[in-house]
């Protein structure tokens, strides 16, 4: 997985539906996942009609699985298989934070970052890829 873009903030949904949106249509994204859990499935309806023209598709998904037992089952398959661009902890340092001190045993106070990353690599594995191999944006929590 190739990561393009980190949008990584507390803003609510009506600031980051246009922030998705944007990098949907500047990347040329072909499929969009998002998590439909709490208000997911509205955040999904408003970013598809705010790229409403473009080639991609926006699906959404239900998550009901333990978030902290996927994030530490898949950990080694994040840390081998999802490539940053160059000098991101420059670029991203909130999200770059998260990603270095996220503790697999205690109290993290944000686990989205993780829980998306995640969520591509689970994507990957399961084959739920379009044919240019795109993911999109997986967009999950807060």
Same mark, same amino acid.
């Given at each position: 997985?190739?990561?393009?873009?980190?949008?990584?903030?507390?803003?609510?949904?009506?600031?980051?539906?246009?922030?998705?949106?944007?990098?949907?249509?500047?990347? %040329?994204?072909? +499929?969009?996942?998002?998590?439909?859990? $709490?208000?997911? &499935?509205?955040?999904?309806? #408003?970013? /598809?009609?705010?790229?409403?023209?473009?080639?991609?598709?926006?699906?959404?998904?239900?998550?009901?699985?333990?978030?902290?037992?996927?994030?530490?089952?898949?950990?080694?398959?994040?840390?081998?298989?999802?490539?940053?661009?160059? %000098?991101?902890? +420059?670029?991203?340092?909130?999200?770059? $934070?998260?990603? &270095?001190?996220?503790?697999? #045993?205690? /109290?993290?106070?944000?686990?989205?970052?993780?829980?998306?990353?995640?969520?591509?690599?689970?994507?990957?594995?399961?084959?739920?890829?379009?044919?240019?191999?795109?993911?999109?944006?997986?967009?999950?929590?807060?």
């Amino acid at each position: 997985c190739y990561v393009l873009d980190i949008i990584y903030t507390k803003l609510h949904m009506e600031a980051t539906e246009p922030m998705v949106a944007a990098l949907i249509k500047k990347y %040329n994204i072909r +499929l969009c996942h998002v998590e439909s859990n $709490n208000g997911g &499935k509205g955040f999904a309806r #408003e970013v /598809k009609k705010l790229i409403k023209g473009s080639s991609c598709s926006v699906r959404w998904f239900h998550q009901s699985d333990n978030k902290q037992v996927r994030i530490f089952s898949q950990r080694s398959n994040v840390m081998n298989n999802i490539l940053f661009p160059a %000098n991101w902890e +420059l670029t991203y340092p909130q999200a770059y $934070n998260s990603y &270095k001190t996220y503790k697999i #045993e205690g /109290k993290n106070d944000f686990d989205d970052f993780q829980d998306a990353l995640t969520g591509c690599i689970e994507k990957l594995t399961t084959g739920k890829l379009d044919m240019y191999g795109q993911i999109g944006p997986i967009t999950g929590g807060r």
